[in-house]
């Protein structure tokens, strides 16, 4: 669906994506997540062909996307900050959107009205910036593209909008096949919808794999030892954090489940327990290894 290879982008002196390459499978929703610079928002303009790459290739189906009126027939790109003309309102924005993608549906349109319960007669600029968001998924679900770029989507939306929001959206990926890519901070909510991950930075993506192999491949491991945790051990597994709470000792730990417990098992601890990992604990201690700078955290 999405290929990209080699991607550079640089503003003056400052290259904000240095030979990024993504991979996002059709039918998936992939999360994109990275610390605040890491060049997120600027590869999704590079995507949606509002910059121009410096070097490198986006392909959308095989196609360039760059100025490619064919290819953003069948993309919606919904970011943090929406414009809508501003005289507009819902209706004619919906009319408008019609001329714009061919798959429009006005069934659908009609029946997301009451779940979203806003007069289609109002200026959508006079809306709060919650509403605007609604009208946009409204707009963009009916649309019924075979891509969805999302950019901190739900910011500013209620709680139980937020999730009819998303049930919505991944009703829409197991119908239709859409492909959603979303950039977001809030792991906890990326964490409960995507099935594939690329952590970004410095530019480029360092980890992109499926959510299970992510979280899969760091373990959070709580141990306790008759005396204090061998040298021996520490130096014979991969840690990226450790943290010691009286007797109980916290690591995480990166490698296999199996021969990390196998290793630990040979120092005959007292206490050895595997603990469910975050996204967000995952994303902390990924980018702690590669010098990203961070708190100790209490666990």
């Given at each position: 669906m999405i290929?990209?290879?080699?991607?550079?982008?640089?503003?003056?002196?400052?290259?904000?994506?240095?030979?990024?390459?993504?991979?996002?499978?059709?039918?998936?929703?992939?999360?994109?997540?990275?610390?605040?610079?890491?060049?997120?928002?600027?590869?999704?303009?590079?995507?949606?062909?509002?910059?121009?790459?410096?070097?490198?290739?986006?392909?959308?189906?095989?196609?360039?996307?760059?100025?490619?009126?064919?290819?953003?027939?069948?993309?919606?790109?919904?970011?943090?900050?929406?414009?809508?003309?501003?005289?507009y309102s819902i209706m004619d924005m919906a009319k408008y959107y019609e001329g714009l993608y061919p798959n429009w549906d006005w069934e659908m349109f009609e029946a997301l009205k009451p779940l979203y319960n806003i007069d289609v007669n109002r200026k959508v600029r006079r809306l709060s910036k919650g509403m605007q968001k609604q009208v946009a998924f409204w707009l963009g679900i009916c649309a019924k593209p075979r891509l969805m770029?999302?950019?901190?989507?739900?910011?500013?939306?209620?709680?139980?909008?937020?999730?009819?929001?998303?049930?919505?959206?991944?009703?829409?990926?197991?119908?239709?096949?859409?492909?959603?890519?979303?950039?977001?901070?809030?792991?906890?909510?990326?964490?409960?919808?995507?099935?594939?991950?690329?952590?970004?930075?410095?530019?480029?993506?360092?980890?992109?794999?499926?959510?299970?192999?992510?979280?899969?491949?760091i373990h959070k491991v709580q141990t306790a030892f008759l005396d204090k945790m061998p040298d021996e051990l520490k130096n014979s597994l991969e840690i990226l954090h450790s943290s010691t709470f009286g007797s109980v000792n916290l690591l995480i730990v990166k490698g296999s489940i199996e021969k990390i417990k196998d290793t630990i098992n040979q120092y005959n601890p007292l206490i050895l327990d595997i603990l469910p990992l975050s996204l967000e604990e995952v994303f902390i201690y990924e980018l702690g290894g590669m010098g990203y700078e961070f708190e100790n955290l209490i666990i």
């Open positions: 290929k990209v290879t080699g991607l550079t982008k640089s503003f003056g002196n400052f290259k904000s994506l240095d030979n990024l390459n993504i991979n996002v499978k059709e039918g998936s929703v992939y999360g994109l997540i990275g610390p605040n610079g890491a060049g997120k928002t600027t590869f999704i303009k590079n995507l949606m062909g509002i910059y121009r790459p410096d070097s490198g290739s986006i392909e959308f189906d095989g196609k360039q996307i760059y100025e490619n009126i064919d290819a953003k027939k069948d993309i919606v790109y919904i970011c943090d900050d929406l414009y809508f003309f501003p005289t770029v999302l950019d901190e989507p739900v910011d500013g939306l209620d709680p139980v909008m937020r999730r009819n929001t998303w049930k919505i959206v991944l009703q829409a990926v197991a119908e239709n096949d859409l492909t959603v890519l979303v950039s977001s901070h809030n792991l906890r909510e990326l964490e409960d919808v995507c099935d594939h991950v690329g952590i970004m930075y410095e530019g480029k993506v360092v980890i992109e794999k499926s959510l299970d192999d992510v979280k899969g491949n």
